[in-house]
């Protein structure tokens, strides 16, 4: 499923303000943006990592960018992982 901005704000207990911030800062990229209005679109993939990554937030820690390819490559082993 796929959710607007405002939406999804609601969902994850961000604000839009925090969303657009964490979009502009590379944090937490929208699933896409629409060409004609510029509004941005999260999928229910991102729900999770941006409720944690506002739990961080409140208790005042860090964020790390990783790279796209060293997250996927993370989320492989993890799964290779738990199926051991």
Partial sequence: MEYR???FAIITRL???TLRYYHEEELLKPS????DTGYR????DLIYIARIKGTLRTWEC?????PE?????F?????????H
Avoid: E, W
Avoid at 32 to 35: E, G, Q, S
Avoid at 41 to 44: F, L, P, Q, V
Avoid at 62 to 66: S, Y
């Fill in 5 to 7: 901005i405002g939406d």
């Fill in 15 to 17: 604000t839009v303000k």
């Fill in 32 to 35: 896409r943006i629409a060409l």
């Fill in 41 to 44: 679109y999260y999928n229910s």
């Fill in 62 to 66: 860090f964020f790390v960018v990783i």
């Fill in 69 to 73: 390819n060293m997250l996927l490559k």
């Fill in 75 to 83: 989320k492989c082993l993890s799964n290779n992982c738990s199926t």
